[in-house]
């Protein structure tokens, strides 16, 4: 049971350059989300999607795009690297419920921007 | 709106004591509350949850957490420490009425000494 895949799982990209972090679930869950992850900040949301063909922005959007062409794939992208959004990505996905329903997690993109 | 607080950023105790992890929040309409770890260089994991039934909410690996609505809290306890309880730990509030996009606390690290 794959539950959330994340790919790649490390990255060093210099900045300008752009790159897209792949996200795929297997739990057929209609959410989707794209946190980020620094120290002392917790987890911020980037992008979300409520279910297939639909993003939403969220707490820290500039700089990122999103896609969400097949429900079970979650795409973010990244136009002109900076080196601000060195971080750590995570994808989560959660069953639809109105609130109630816990995100499952992948295991996080590591990304260092030169 | 929706906010979450983690009082503390890091915790020290020593194997075999009482792990106490405090998260207050503040939700304009009933929250759903949830707590996560993570491991080093994993995604989250979802501990426990509460969602409107039994106030004391019993999770993995022998956590438990007490909504209390006059204290709008949802502190996480463990009455003996592990070594294989160090992580980080978040607390995370969604709602049915407000927004169901859950708002993540800082986390708290736990650090177990032996």
């Known amino acids: 049971n794959a539950g959330v895949t994340q790919t790649p799982k490390f990255r060093v990209l210099k900045t300008g350059q752009s790159m897209t972090l792949l996200c795929a679930q297997d739990m057929n869950h209609e959410y989707m989300y794209w946190y980020r992850q620094d120290p002392g900040m917790g987890l911020r949301l980037i992008h979300y999607s409520v279910g297939e063909g639909t993003t939403a922005k969220g707490e820290v959007p500039d700089g990122y795009n999103v896609s969400r062409l097949k429900k079970q794939n979650f795409l973010l992208g990244l136009e002109s690297a900076a080196p601000s959004q060195t971080s750590v990505y995570f994808c989560a996905s959660s069953g639809q419920g109105a609130g109630n329903q816990p995100q499952h997690f992948g295991d996080g993109t590591r990304l260092s921007i030169l | 709106a929706q906010s979450v607080t983690q009082l503390g950023s890091h915790v020290s105790v020593s194997e075999g004591a009482l792990v106490l992890l405090r998260c207050n929040y503040s939700s304009s309409v009933p929250p759903y509350l949830f707590w996560y770890v993570q491991y080093p260089n994993q995604g989250l994991q979802l501990l426990l949850k509460?969602?409107?039934?039994?106030?004391l909410v019993k999770g993995i690996n022998g956590f438990e957490a007490e909504f209390k609505k006059s204290e709008t809290s949802f502190h996480l306890t463990k009455p003996s420490a592990h070594m294989s309880d160090a992580a980080e730990y978040f607390c995370?509030?969604?709602?049915?009425?407000?927004?169901?996009?859950?708002?993540f606390g800082r986390g708290t690290s736990l650090i177990v000494h032996p």
């Open positions: 995370a509030v969604s709602s049915s009425g407000g927004s169901y996009i859950p708002t």
């Open positions: 509460y969602t409107s039934a039994a106030t």
